[in-house]
């Protein structure tokens, strides 16, 4: 079974533009949360969703947005990006949103030049 | 204070060795205690849950002090393939909302083990 894909594998963007990256869960799990791990930190919980509905929301801006899909996968979406949105972009998913069962997906790697 | 703080590191010990990781948390009411393990530039993955009763895994034993609010993780015998950074982490149970869904990570402690 395929585990949680994450895509794109690697983005560099400019400062101020915008982007969104992808995630779709493992099969059968119906929640998906995102992290951002900068160089040197442990993982930040940005956002959680279960059944399309947000469930939590971490310290972040208002330029950090997602969303989940009928087939659960989900998109973060983030504008006006500055030099410190460079990270590790970790989705994770789980079946029933609590947080003891996370699957990591390997994440997405945001350069912003 | 921070909601979870580990040794600074990084670690280097010769292979065979015995190695402690150490780690605090803020909030009494976390409730779901776990190390992660995360290889250079990959995802993290779970290594293993921590009770309060303590629990082993083969080389690897975890320890939780509630009144301390305290974790610990020891590997014996450690390997080459030990080497990653290890990620102490907590789950404060159900917030204000009811919702039982975030993990707060620690910075994490890398571990080089040498031949």
């Known amino acids: 079974d395929a585990g949680v894909t994450q895509s794109p594998t690697h983005l560099i963007k400019t400062r101020g533009q915008q982007v969104t990256l992808r995630c779709s869960p493992i099969?059968?799990?119906?929640?998906v949360s995102w992290y951002q791990q900068v160089l040197g930190q442990g993982p930040q919980f940005i956002f959680q969703?279960?059944?399309?509905?947000?469930?939590g929301r971490g310290n972040f801006p208002d330029r950090f947005s997602a969303r989940q899909f009928p087939n659960y996968s989900s998109e973060l979406n983030v504008n006006a990006l500055l030099l410190g949105d460079s990270a590790l972009y970790l989705c994770a998913s789980s079946f029933t949103g609590t947080a003891n069962g996370y699957t990591f997906g390997s994440g997405t790697r945001l350069t912003v030049v | 204070r921070k909601e979870v703080e580990q040794d600074p590191g990084p670690f280097n010990v010769p292979e065979g060795a015995t190695v402690a990781f150490n780690c605090t948390y803020s909030?009494?009411?976390?409730?779901?205690f776990f190390w992660y393990r995360q290889d250079c530039r990959k995802e993290p993955k779970l290594l293993m849950s921590?009770?309060?009763s303590g629990n082993e895994d083969g080389r690897f034993t975890a320890q939780l002090n509630r009144a301390s609010q305290y974790i610990s993780l020891l590997i014996r015998d450690s390997k080459l393939s030990d080497s990653a950074t290890y990620l102490c982490v907590v789950n404060i149970g159900r917030d204000s909302g009811g919702s039982n869904y975030k993990l707060t990570f620690g910075k994490g402690t890398l571990l080089t083990v040498n031949p």
């Open positions: 969703y279960y059944e399309k509905e947000e469930r």
């Open positions: 909030n009494s009411a976390s409730q779901s």
């Open positions: 921590v009770y309060s």
């Open positions: 099969s059968g799990h119906k929640s």
